[in-house]
């Protein structure tokens, strides 16, 4: 990973197009070929980024100039640099994940096993399917036979929806299973999930853990 501390300013060209004014920011340049820019705030999203498979080009002359890093179907993100403070780059090694605690290891694998509470036709594909930015939770087929990746949580919120939105980027170019949609399913979701969700054409789902178990009843509550 290489971290880079620069005053700079940043420019997306693409479907959409987006200006950050110059200011001091966090570069991180990950294995995977990623670019993000981060400020000194919001823990889990970049203020903008650029998801591999991307090339990065640096033009630089005396710590300033330009990285212009360019996608797959030729959206850019432009980062005009002033100055740089600091540029260092390190080996992290193979990660070995996100270790689930017991209950949602607990609940993926009563989603496995009860694969129509997704709805009635679906069958599994796969629990923990692998990818080269680790494995899906869970990859089922539809009743209509359509590919879906499942993210499980025990608490859903942003980061699980953005986590399931890298692994649809990734599936969907597989010719053999596309076209993948995917189910954020959890036992609570937050309501921006939800709305961010939304956004991107991802289902979600409020599993209930005690029922799943079959130690509770709907059928018997009176409220």
Known sequence: MRLVIARCSVDYIGRLTAHLPMASRLLLVKADGSVSVHADDRAYKPLNWMTPPCSLR????????????????????VITIESVEHDSSHELGVDPGLQKDGVEAELQRLLALHVETFGTGWSLVRREYP???GPVDLLCRDADGTTVAVEVK????IDGVEQLTRYLELLNRDPLL????GVFAAQEI?????VLAGDRGIDCLTVDYAAL?????PSQRLF
């Not at 630089?60 to 850019?76: H, I, K, P, S, Y």
């Not at 025990?154 to 919120?157: I, P, S």
């Not at 178990?213 to 009843?217: A, E, L, N, R």
């Open 154 to 157: 025990r608490r859903g919120e």
């Open 190 to 194: 937050r309501p921006q999930a939800r």
């Open 58 to 77: 640096e033009e630089l002359t005396d710590g300033a100039g330009t990285w212009t890093v360019t996608n797959r179907v030729g959206e850019q993100l």
């Open 213 to 217: 178990k079959g130690t509770d009843d």
């Open 131 to 133: 990818t080269a930015i």
């Open 178 to 181: 596309a076209p993948v949609r």
